[in-house]
């Protein structure tokens, strides 16, 4: 509601960024009462309604970028899945916001694969113009960065900035154990 009466873009802009924080985690909670097992949440399916979400949330990007999704037979229970999707939010933020400039197209790949027992890796990429490397004290710098970075020790794995052409991020991580790691 404030970001529609706003008209200051840079506030607008951050008002609507905290908006698809929040209707990450709805979405989150939507699909989960939706499901036949209401403890866990196919991730697939999660992670097509969220990039529809947010390319919905940035109109002008929609016809540009294209986001392709591996996720199959992948199911998060919801301790898992809330800092997994604010994670995802915050990568296809961030490349939404910067990645596309002056009307470029291009493609986000988020894939999702199961490496082991309880381990999982994220490997998120897209083929846009990549992101300065600031450092600040051995970390990218930036508020996207830092709940980047806090949702992956929440997800109790670790992240690598892949220094190729666009932006690429491998994202270890444990999931669907039964401790409560997500706190706000």
Same mark, same amino acid.
């Given at each position: ?90 990568? !296809?933020? #961030?490349?939404?916001?910067? *990645? /596309? ?5 291009? =493609?986000?790949?988020?894939? @999702?694969?199961? +490496? ?18 600031? !450092?600040? #004290?051995?970390?990218?710098? *930036? /508020? ?5 970075? =806090?949702?992956?020790?929440? @997800?109790?794995? +670790? ?26």
């Amino acid at each position: 509601l404030q970001a529609s009466s706003v008209d200051d873009p840079k506030l607008k802009s951050q008002l609507t960024i905290s908006q698809n924080r929040v209707r990450s985690m709805a979405l989150i909670h939507q699909l989960l009462y939706r499901s036949h097992d209401l403890s866990s949440i196919g991730m697939e399916d999660y992670l097509y309604s969220l990039s529809g979400q947010l390319l919905s949330a940035y109109g002008d990007l929609k016809d540009r970028i294209s986001i392709k999704i591996k996720a199959a037979d992948i199911y998060f229970n919801i301790q898992n899945a809330v800092p997994f999707g604010l994670l995802v939010n915050e990568l !296809i933020t #961030n490349s939404l916001k910067h *990645g /596309f400039p002056e009307g470029n197209k291009g =493609t986000i790949h988020i894939d @999702l694969s199961k +490496t082991g027992e309880g381990q999982y890796s994220l490997k998120y990429s897209d083929n846009g113009i990549g992101i300065p490397y600031t !450092i600040v #004290n051995g970390h990218l710098s *930036g /508020f996207g960065m830092y709940l980047i970075e =806090t949702l992956v020790n929440q @997800l109790e794995g +670790t992240i690598e900035h892949l220094h190729t052409k666009g932006t690429v991020y491998k994202v270890n991580f444990r999931g669907n154990n039964d401790q409560t790691r997500f706190h706000i």
